[in-house]
């Protein structure tokens, strides 16, 4: 059952992408606002897609936690899924910072390319985060929240990736709050994998943190010790020694 729903939803997202994308470039003279609102009408099908069709329901907490002002979030990166949720349902517009490459994606990518984020060439290094500095600081000042993903690919649930400091040297350098979120739908869609679950993805959103006075380096390990500890509360079967230290402690 399983994988017939995977395969119906696959066959859903196929669907519907190719009129979408084509819509996107059709819309790409109206003004950015209404472009994004009407671009991520297709992630929202999709959350809602795979709440009905493979059972993925979710959940929010910390709504409260968000600012409002502009902010950097460093989300945790276990899957599809959360690309999609974030601009779908944050209550800002969202700015990814992304490969370049991902542009040129037929259909996916000309949504993408329509909406201003900021595509970088990761080949110039520093020249490269430089351009995500001067970039980053138009997107807040237009009231928009940065999306930098901290461990750069998905990581496997139960699996922490090496948190890279791009997102709290932007903080650091602009001044943004910075959001941790922690999540588990990589138990759900998995990275890599055709057949999707059924289940309960919970999207926790941490306290902001505020850049002022503190090095990039504080700031990332501040990111990353609350996201870690929340995934432990998120799915504590997934991390035995934390279990194993409960029991002795008990």
């Known amino acids: 059952m399983r994988w017939l729903r995977s395969l119906l939803f696959s066959i859903f997202f196929v669907v519907t992408v190719v009129p979408y994308a084509i819509a996107c470039v059709l819309w790409l003279p109206l003004p950015l606002r209404w472009r994004y609102r009407l671009t991520i009408g297709w992630p929202r099908l999709m959350i809602w897609g795979g709440r009905w069709i493979v059972g993925m329901r ?42 370049r490459e991902l542009n040129w994606v037929p259909f996916f990518g000309w949504g993408l390319a329509g909406l201003r984020m900021i595509a970088i060439d990761r080949k110039k290094g520093s020249d490269a985060f430089e351009q995500v500095v001067a970039q980053g600081r138009e997107r807040l000042a237009a009231g928009r929240w940065m999306v930098m993903f901290p461990e750069g690919t998905r990581i496997a649930p139960g699996r922490k990736g090496k948190y890279k400091s791009g997102g709290a040297r932007l903080a650091a350098r602009t001044g943004a709050l910075v959001v941790p979120i922690a999540h588990n739908a990589g138990e759900c869609w998995p990275r890599r994998a055709f057949v999707k679950r059924p289940g309960l993805i919970t999207v926790s959103i941490g306290p902001p943190i505020d850049p002022q006075g503190l090095t990039a380096d504080e700031i990332n390990r501040r990111v990353e010790d609350w996201i870690e500890a929340e995934m432990r509360q998120l799915n504590p079967e997934r991390y035995p020694d934390t279990r194993g230290a409960e029991r002795a402690a008990g």
């Open 58 to 99: 979710w959940r929010v907490k910390g709504w409260d936690n968000l600012p409002d002002q502009p902010a950097i979030l460093l989300p945790k990166h276990q899957s599809t899924w959360e690309t999609m949720f974030l601009p779908a349902w944050m209550p800002r517009e969202v700015c990814y910072v992304y490969k």
